[in-house]
């Protein structure tokens, strides 16, 4: 088959025949047909998690094979943790954090830049009939947004500030949003914060920030830089709370003392709930459509990986 | 009056004729009768915060002059954040979060190892009869071990592991075995781990930790070491809690992917509530006799700082 793949030497190729992945009885076959750069796939480019073999873990497809036929069809999204069932964390129900895991496109597991990839079928989502293949693509990273609102309540009583206009930061901001809490979308690139404050968000560049120190009640970190924590901490009151979405390749230095005597929460987030990603593109309250800058063929995946590198593109899907 | 102060070239001296602090009407005269030494004592002798002035901020001591005249000739403990009661904090209830508040010993509020100190009569707790001085001088060390209750849950389902066996990790686990968790201690010296282990609670050699990695649901960081958080993120599970009790003298180095990936809980906590740890020396379910290695006179105050820099040391008393 088809497919983008870091090579044991650690570079980024276009494989015309690579060796499709082979389903057992809980696994499905899906044919994926289309697929989303994120940036994690450009850490991973630059050695992120050792990973070699096909990339991508944003995609929808269409199941080929399943051993419940009912799927077998289906137009699907998949949960990237592929779980043992049987680890202290799959007993405790935390199978996103299973300790024996494989990551779809990042850890064991073959990606969706492919003509094919397999996923446990307990993990396949049916994309709604409203929800467009555009739309659908956007559950992985949408789910990552939405998790932030498993892990903490955010209320209108609330000031948040969502730091980083990334593509993360643009869905966090939105979804954060829909809460009703006097939210600021914090970054640096006009076009960007445009998409925002055009659905009557309040925005603002991190270069206007002065002033705005220790007010705000929760802060993301939805930057991807390694100063991102530091400037939470500045932005957040006491008693606050941090959440942190992003994974940097360098570790950051901290100011332990400003989260011991102010008695801040920092609290970690990565993958979030498939199903009410899905329900918040069936209902139109995300709009990704403006965050598209391009859609290139699966061949062109490495031009589309470079691409993804350039400040002024943001999401770019693969036609597979 | 004499006192213990950090002088303007940052030496510790015993000063005989240091100027008594003058109260206004919303502060109370206090006259110490027994002071704790506190690790934060030997950072701010180190120069930390930056502090000069009367050091010492645990204290139990004899109301001279109050505007409430029932006060006055009562046995009292002080929190030791002094809220200014008109700031944001403030507003909130956050009064020991106050962005204009001075600390008792610390900040800007002269302190408790001197013959007088005053402080606000609203921070003013009345000791019960049946708790001795020498229980008493650790309700301010207590109140922050129970802070970690007031901000997360402790029950019998979790595993919990208190980092340290210093003064306050001693506290700590003291504390938190009261709800029937499953507590291990984990410090380093058998004297201080055997004050525990006498009294049923589970102990452990940090040397001793390899294979316990990933398993605790909350690790409380009471180590006073840069690299205690380090050590903690070995030790939590992921989606599991980190409480840091200790400040440090330098920014410590900080695995964020870590937090991110397993989402954990990172959480800073410092002062806490006296009319709960009142209640708990009280109750009897505290014991802090163990813990007191010295008592010295007021006059031998630098000498006790020394003192307690010493490992075979835990509580050090300045009698006043």
Sequence with gaps: MRAIVINDTGAIKFDPSHPAPVPNSSYALIRP??????????????????????LGHEFTGIV???EDSELIGKR??????????????????????????????????SGAFADYLIAPSQNLHIVPDSV????????????????????????????VAVMGDGKLGLLI??????????????????????ILSGRGLKTAFDSELKGENSIFDVVIDATGSP?????????????????????????????????????????GSRCGPFDKALLALEGGGIDVEPMITDVLPLERGVEALKLAEDNTRLKILLEI
Excluded: W
């Design 33 to 54: 047909t289309l697929a989303g750069v994120c940036n994690t796939d450009l850490e991973l480019a630059k050695g992120y998690m050792g990973y070699k073999g096909v």
């Design 227 to 267: 100063t991102g924590l530091a400037t939470a901490l500045d932005l957040v009151r006491p008693c606050g709370t941090i959440v942190l979405k992003t994974t940097v390749s360098n570790p950051g230095e901290l100011d332990i003392n400003r989260i011991v005597i102010d008695e801040i929460q920092v609290l």
């Design 64 to 66: 080929e094979q399943a």
């Design 132 to 159: 467009s293949d555009r739309q659908a693509v956007f559950t992985e990273p949408l789910a990552a947004a939405l998790e932030i609102m498993e892990q903490i309540d955010i209320n209108p009583d609330q000031q």
């Design 173 to 194: 901001a939105q979804a954060l949003a829909t809460t009703g809490c006097d939210l600021t979308a914090i970054g640096r690139h006009e076009n960007r914060l445009s």
């Design 76 to 109: 699907v999204v998949s949960e990237i943790n592929f779980a043992c069932g049987h680890c202290t964390m799959c007993d405790r129900g935390l199978h996103r954090h299973c300790q024996n895991r494989t990551v779809l496109g990042i850890l064991g597991a």
